[in-house]
């Protein structure tokens, strides 16, 4: 009787050791697929970070094209046309102070007033390019490998 006991509990052993194992199968059946999809998912996200970076990366050169663009602005301003301008004014000034017929003078004055306010604007639109140029360089972007 002894060996039929032992007999019956190693058969209960082997099947509950086969469930046991089957179960265990259909765990790593049901976690494979889990990884797969996720593993695709992964995929797809890098696919959208690469998209992105390129787009960041695209957006910091054109962001370097517009900083060089209006340092390029701010030397016209500041030299091609403010030096002409205080050409203009210091030989409004040496005119003015010279014996010139009153009309001359009246004339010399007016371009003086005009020569300052163009002068005044170009100052001013200095400072206008040189704000629009911080704030261009404030963002960094994305760092180049």
């Known amino acids: 009787m002894k060996d039929i006991k032992t007999k019956l509990t190693q058969k209960e052993t082997a099947v509950f050791s086969d469930k046991d194992e089957e179960r265990q199968i259909q765990e790593l059946v049901v976690a494979n697929k889990v990884l797969a999809f996720q593993n695709v998912e992964n995929i797809k996200y890098e696919a959208e970070l690469k998209i992105a970076n390129n787009s960041l990366t695209k957006i910091q050169r054109l962001q370097k094209k517009y900083v060089k663009g209006l340092e390029e602005m701010?030397?016209?301003?500041?030299?091609?046309?403010?030096?002409?301008?205080?050409n203009i004014i210091g030989i409004a000034t040496q005119l003015d102070n010279s014996r010139l017929p009153k009309h001359c003078r009246k004339l010399i004055e007016c371009l003086k007033i005009s020569a300052s306010s163009l002068d005044v604007f170009t100052q001013?639109?200095?400072?206008?390019?040189?704000?629009?140029?911080?704030?261009?360089?404030?963002?960094?972007?994305?760092?180049s490998n």
Do not use: E, W, Y
């Open 124 to 143: 001013q639109l200095t400072a206008k390019i040189n704000t629009l140029k911080k704030k261009g360089t404030s963002f960094d972007g994305p760092q």
């Open 74 to 86: 701010m030397f016209l301003t500041s030299h091609a046309v403010r030096k002409p301008v205080a």
